[in-house]
């Protein structure tokens, strides 16, 4: 089945570490997506890539930062610079269609807890 | 730029009562419009949409139609059943198509 894979499902660190979040999908999607989730502020978005070696920072990008070597992953370091790195993270894909917007296919997410 | 109001939560509700999930939009033109479902604990997933004004998307009982003369499209069911607790976003493209902005989320909790 296709679909998108995050792992771990719950992220324990202490403060001041920095930690990969893991993204990988066999959908073939060319954009990728990272999305943090705080209770009663929906989903921000912090980083997005349209293609392979390309990505762009989003509205929350300060704090954290993404690579996109491969097409089918997009991880996720949330680093020391983050003020409150405590949150749900979510990975998304997409076939882009500029000027349009397509449907997103999300994964299951990571919770990460700083402590 | 770009926006989309949800109605406040929670939203609570007996089983086969009638569901209304009040969203709003702003924005340049007419984009895509989704809605998105996440249960406890899990990612979103795609409801439905509707791509241009007048469509109506429906799916699982659910239903929304995108009217541009109130730049809406609110979320509607019949009859909710408890299994259909989980937080529901309205969500549209960026003006660059680049991303989706999402709604604040509105949770609904449904008792038997």
């Known amino acids: 089945d296709g679909g998108i894979t995050q792992s771990p499902k719950y992220l324990f660190r202490k403060e001041g570490q920095n930690v990969t979040l893991s993204c990988e999908q066999n959908?073939?999607?060319?954009?990728m997506y990272w999305y943090r989730q705080d209770p009663g502020q929906g989903l921000r978005l912090i980083y997005y890539?349209?293609?392979?070696?390309?990505?762009q920072k989003g509205d929350i990008a300060e704090g954290y930062s993404v690579s996109r070597e491969k097409k089918e992953s997009f991880p996720l370091t949330v680093t020391s610079a983050q003020k409150n790195p405590t949150a749900f993270y979510l990975c998304?894909?997409?076939?882009?269609?500029?000027?349009?917007?397509?449907?997103?296919?999300f994964g299951p997410g990571t919770r990460l807890t700083v402590l | 730029g770009d926006s989309v109001t949800q109605m406040e939560g929670p939203v609570t509700l007996s089983e086969e009562a009638f569901l209304t999930i009040n969203c709003t939009y702003t924005?340049?033109?007419?984009?895509?419009l989704f809605w998105y479902v996440q249960y406890p604990g899990e990612g979103l997933q795609l409801l439905l949409k509707?791509?241009?004004?007048?469509d109506k998307g429906s799916n699982k009982g659910f239903e929304a139609t995108y009217r541009k003369e109130t730049t809406s499209f609110h979320l509607e069911k019949g009859s909710v059943q408890v299994s259909d607790s989980a937080v529901y976003f309205c969500?549209?493209?960026?003006?660059?198509?680049?991303?989706?902005?999402f709604g604040k989320g509105t949770t609904l909790s449904v008792s038997s």
């Open positions: 998304a894909s997409s076939i882009p269609l500029a000027g349009v917007g397509d449907t997103q296919y």
């Open positions: 969500a549209l493209p960026n003006q660059a198509g680049t991303a989706l902005i």
């Open positions: 959908l073939n999607h060319d954009a």
């Open positions: 890539s349209q293609i392979v070696n390309d990505f």
């Open positions: 924005a340049t033109g007419y984009p895509s």
């Open positions: 509707a791509t241009k004004a007048d």
